[in-house]
């Protein structure tokens, strides 16, 4: 088992939707929770960085994280095409090395 | 401020080959990483410089080593290449060891025949 699980998709949704992503995590380490997106034939970049449980926003992105069930969501309001990436969850253990999911592939269309 | 560069973008080996790969960071980033992205695997860790010695290691064979130089640019070399190398190759520059913001190139593309 993978330590950070993420459903690969596709996940394909009309521009304007509310676009939810769903990774779990085995490791309970001390650690932070972080989201890539990936665009194609790019490298990824961070969008989003979190520690605690509960939500973190910027602007149309909100992360979410519940330690309780090792449970990392990102959320995407008012979804656009240029929305369309992998998006990737990770997390940190003590060295502050990033283990990833294996990411999501999002296709919004107009 | 330039990002990190990968060189070179593309590159096309046969079995029993070896490739080595150059990366150079964020100008002021002494950290770099390099990772292994395929469709099957995801994003796999390979191993992390900083100051020119090796401080974490991902769980790959020696056929995959790295080496950093005093002004921070980084190589990766891979030995007696197999078909299952085949991968795009991806370096990161990070700030300081204590987080986990990683600056990620466009990545290096192999292809083994």
Not at chain 2, 76 to 105: K, P
């Amino acid at each position: 088992q993978k330590e950070v699980e993420q459903d690969p998709g596709p996940l394909s949704v009309p521009e304007g939707a509310i676009v939810s992503l769903n990774c779990t995590y085995s490791n309970s380490a001390f650690q932070y929770f972080m989201w890539y997106r990936q665009y194609s034939r790019k490298g990824p970049e961070l969008l989003m960085y979190t520690y605690s449980s509960g939500n973190k926003e910027d602007g149309r992105f909100t992360a979410q994280v519940d330690k309780s069930s090792k449970y990392i969501s990102l959320f995407i309001r008012d979804s656009q095409p240029s929305d369309s990436a992998t998006y990737l969850c990770a997390r940190t253990g003590g060295s502050y090395i990033p283990t990833f999911g294996r990411g999501t592939s999002l296709i919004v269309h107009p | 401020k330039a990002g990190v560069t990968q060189t070179p973008r593309y590159l096309i080996k046969t079995r029993g080959q070896q490739v080595t790969l150059s990366c150079s960071p964020i100008s002021g980033h002494r950290s770099v990483s390099w990772y292994q992205q395929t469709p099957g695997q995801g994003l796999q860790f390979l191993f992390e410089y900083f100051s020119e010695t090796q401080r974490n290691k991902g769980n790959f064979p020696g056929r995959f080593s790295g080496r950093q130089f005093s002004n921070s640019r980084s190589e990766m070399n891979v030995s007696t290449l197999e078909l299952g190398d085949s991968a795009l190759y991806l370096c990161a520059s990070r700030r300081a060891l204590d987080t986990g913001e990683l600056f990620f190139g466009e990545g290096s593309r192999l292809t083994v025949l």
